[in-house]
């Protein structure tokens, strides 16, 4: 799945073609096409990347939790505000989490410079951590050099200490995901599997250093695109996977560590088999192995939010049974309080499948959770369903009550779906006022302008859209073809 995906999908929308949307003047463009690409490469692809992400492995082991409660016994100990911060992460009191953090670092801070050299090697460990979790959380954008510094020092001090080459290369991996120029991507991706590999040759059995490598070792297969076609990409992949899956044998609990990491080749697995006419043998035997890695996940709370993910890529692809999927999500939006991309995440399967009955389902269990993009989706759900004005009701509404950049862009593209060309471009260049950069809103725009018969100006946004862009999707470059051939049969427009 993903931007590799051009040739052969499921329909993500009706056929406009019914609904009266077509007239002389746009017969030269494919308008189901070009809909079908901006809905799919703003919203859908969103949320398929997001299932990869979001719902992630859990960081902080027993081992890190053990090492706090050994200091956090003393309530005086700068160390019992990393135990309250981490209790107010898990309850999404963010401006408290923040200030317990504040307080710890500058508690340890003032105690390593009392105490000098004798300050201990976790402590040393536990203010990086502060600093690592500051940055990762957004709260201070000079921790990272902060952080890299202490776990340096006490690496070169003690080369055997795992977690500081853990938690470094979990440092070096969240800055990888969050940048977008590639070489600085590889070169973290890079700088973090060296700190991975180097702790392993001392700590083979260490499951999380085994973890952190399989995730750096998938991101630099997947952070330059994934072309589901290629055989050779994705060869590398299982690979990756089984090297990985081997030590799952190592955590506290394997059935669900095999789960979790299932879900990327689960879901490009998927990807692969939509290209081929007739899956091999090979490929299904590996199908059957995800499937059953899934299902062995349900019980496990911890991981229960991507096995949810990854059942429903599984399912509509013929895999996974609907009463494992359906105990799956259950349990994970009761573990959710911010349950948005799970929500997400069905819709999006629903609409793959072309389901107007799952949809209508997965839109009514979204429509009341705070989150514009399970809210966008709903809105396509019901229009999938044949429901108009009601898809159009719920982001009018949901706008109005909360404006948001997204739900002006999400409200624009459900406009063009309506054949409101003029009302939708002009929602998208309320988004572009507020937000020039946006690849989406630029995307939405060049769709809404070629629509309406503009087809240099439509050309033009496009061709912004993947200039900003620092990997544009193969949606939005086939867009781009089919304006600019339609532009160059129509020479009185150029």
């Not at 096995?307 to 959710?336: K, P």
């Not at 063009?416 to 988004?431: F, I, P, Q, W, Y």
């Amino acid at each position: 799945m993903g931007s590799g995906e051009t040739e052969h999908h499921a329909p993500v929308l009706p056929a406009l073609a019914c609904l009266g949307l077509l007239s002389p003047q746009h017969l030269e463009l494919d308008r189901e096409r070009l809909l079908d690409n901006l809905t799919y490469g703003v919203e859908m692809e969103f949320t398929l990347k997001m299932s990869l992400t979001e719902l992630d492995v859990p960081s902080r082991g027993a081992w890190l939790k053990e090492l706090i409660a050994r200091y956090a016994a003393d309530e005086d100990h700068p160390v019992a505000h990393i135990e309250r911060a981490l209790r107010a992460s898990g309850e999404k009191r963010t401006e408290e989490y923040r200030a317990e953090l504040d307080t710890a670092i500058d508690g340890l801070r003032k105690l390593w410079k009392a105490q000098g050299d004798a300050f201990e090697t976790d402590l040393r460990f536990l203010f990086a951590y502060c600093c690592y979790s500051a940055y990762t959380s957004g709260a201070s954008s000079d921790a990272f050099d902060k952080a890299e510094q202490v776990y340096l020092d006490i690496l070169t001090r003690d080369p055997r200490y795992w977690p500081a080459a853990y938690q470094l290369a979990q440092l070096h991996l969240f800055t990888a995901f969050r940048a977008e120029d590639p070489e600085i991507v590889l070169d973290h991706v890079e700088r973090g599997l060296e700190l991975a590999e180097r702790a392993l040759l001392t700590n083979a059995e260490v499951y999380w250093l085994h973890e952190v490598r399989g995730q750096l070792r998938q991101h630099r297969l997947l952070s330059s695109g994934f072309d589901p076609k290629d055989e050779q990409a994705l060869a590398e992949l299982i690979e990756i996977w089984r090297d990985w899956r081997g030590a799952t044998e190592l955590f506290e609990e394997p059935a669900a560590a095999r789960a979790c990491i299932a879900v990327i080749p689960a879901s490009l697995l998927l990807a692969h088999h939509r290209t081929r006419e007739t899956p091999s043998e090979e490929l299904e035997a590996l199908r059957s192995v995800l499937i059953a890695d899934i299902e062995g996940a349900v019980p496990y709370d911890i991981f229960a939010g991507r096995a949810s993910a990854v059942a429903w890529c599984l399912r509509y692809a013929g895999g996974a049974r609907g009463d494992v999927e359906a105990e799956a999500f259950a349990r994970a939006v009761e573990l959710n309080e911010d349950a948005g991309i799970l929500h997400s995440i069905r819709i999006v399967g629903a609409l793959e499948e072309d389901d107007c009955a799952l949809a209508s389902s997965a839109a009514d269990t979204a429509k009341d959770v705070d989150d514009d993009n399970a809210t966008i989706l709903a809105a396509h759900a019901r229009l999938q369903c044949g429901d108009r004005e009601q898809a159009e009701v719920l982001l009018r509404n949901r706008l109005a009550e909360q404006p948001s950049q997204v739900l002006r862009r999400g409200y624009g593209i459900l406009l063009l779906h309506l054949g409101k060309d003029e009302e939708g471009a002009r929602e998208l260049r309320a988004v572009l006022e507020e937000a020039p950069d946006s690849v989406s809103a630029h995307f939405g725009l060049g769709t809404a302008l070629a629509l309406a018969g503009d087809l240099a100006g439509g050309l033009e946004q496009l061709k912004r859209a993947r200039e900003l862009s620092s990997k544009p999707s193969d949606r939005m470059l086939e867009s781009i073809e089919l304006v600019s051939a339609a532009l160059s049969a129509a020479p009185e427009e150029r």
